[in-house]
C-alpha cells in the first residue's frame, strides 16, 4: 500500500550494530505497529503505538526499541544487532474509528540481514 | 493448518476451481477476524473480514465463515485466478492488536 512507506527496502548489517528502520504513513491513522516475519512463518508483533503518547510492547520486544516522532511517523531501532534478527520486518497502521475496527493496512518491508 | 518448521501448508488447484483455506484460532475472546493475502515480496494485503456476532460474510469471490463453536475460520475462494497465488493469513483481534495465524500457500495452476 504506498500510503505506508518504509525505508531502507533492503539493508546488510554487521552484528553489534545500531541501526533503524522507518516507517511513514499518509493515512492519518493514529495507531501503528512493527512486525518481523521469519520464512515459512506469521507475523509476530514486536511493539505498537496507539498514538503519539501512547508505546506497547508486543510479542517481541527484546532487543528492540521504538520511536514515535508524529502522528505519521513510527522508526524501530535495533540496538545491537544479532543474526537472528535477521527478518523480513513490516509496518502497520489502523484506524478504529473509521469504521474499520483493527483492519491493519501494510507497508512494502524491509529485509535485513545481520551478519 | 499449521505449519512445521519453515514449512508452509499448501493447498494447490487448478485455475476455475473453488478453494477452501482453513484456520483454527486460539482466543475464544476475540471478537473480530481478518483475511490478509501476501504476495511473495510484499506487504500483507486485506481481503475480507467478520466480527464475531456473523457467522458467513461475503465478498467479491470470497468467503469468511466462523465457526465460534469449534473456534474455526476458513476463507473460499471462487473460480481460482492465477493471481490468487499468495500465502493467506488468518488474523485475530485480541485487546485491539491482531494475532496472526503462520498461513497457507496457494498455489493456482493454469
Known amino acids: 500500500d504506498a500510503d505506508v512507506t518504509q525505508t531502507p527496502r533492503n539493508r546488510i548489517t554487521k552484528t553489534g550494530k545500531r541501526i533503524m528502520l522507518e516507517c511513514s504513513q499518509t493515512?492519518?491513522?493514529?495507531?501503528m505497529y512493527w512486525y518481523r516475519q521469519d520464512p515459512g512463518l506469521g507475523l509476530q508483533l514486536i511493539y505498537y503505538?496507539?498514538?503519539?503518547?501512547?508505546?506497547n510492547k508486543g510479542e517481541i520486544s527484546d532487543g528492540y526499541s521504538v520511536s514515535r516522532q508524529a502522528q505519521a511517523k513510527f522508526s524501530l531501532s535495533l540496538e545491537s544487532a544479532i543474526p537472528n534478527q535477521t527478518a523480513l520486518y513490516f509496518c502497520?497502521?489502523?484506524?478504529?474509528?473509521?469504521?474499520?475496527?483493527?483492519?491493519?493496512?501494510f507497508g512494502p518491508g524491509t529485509r535485513l540481514l545481520v551478519l | 493448518g499449521e505449519s512445521v518448521g519453515l514449512h508452509l501448508p499448501t493447498l494447490s488447484v487448478q485455475e476455475g476451481d473453488n478453494s477452501i483455506i482453513n484456520c483454527a484460532y486460539s482466543?475464544?475472546?476475540?471478537?473480530?477476524f481478518i483475511w490478509y493475502k501476501q504476495e511473495s515480496g510484499k506487504g500483507p494485503q486485506f481481503i475480507i473480514d467478520?466480527?464475531?456476532?456473523?457467522d458467513k460474510r461475503q465478498g467479491q469471490r470470497v468467503t469468511v465463515l466462523l465457526n465460534k463453536t469449534v473456534k474455526h475460520l476458513s476463507l473460499q475462494i471462487a473460480a481460482t485466478q492465477p493471481g490468487d497465488s499468495a500465502v493467506y493469513f488468518c488474523a485475530e483481534t485480541t485487546y485491539s492488536t491482531l494475532t496472526f495465524g503462520k498461513g497457507t500457500m496457494l498455489l493456482v495452476s493454469p
Open positions: 493515512k492519518g491513522h493514529d495507531r
Open positions: 467478520i466480527r464475531s456476532n456473523m
Open positions: 482466543n475464544s475472546a476475540s471478537d473480530y
Open positions: 502497520a497502521t489502523s484506524d478504529p474509528s473509521g469504521g474499520e475496527q483493527e483492519t491493519q493496512y
Open positions: 503505538s496507539f498514538d503519539v503518547k501512547d508505546i
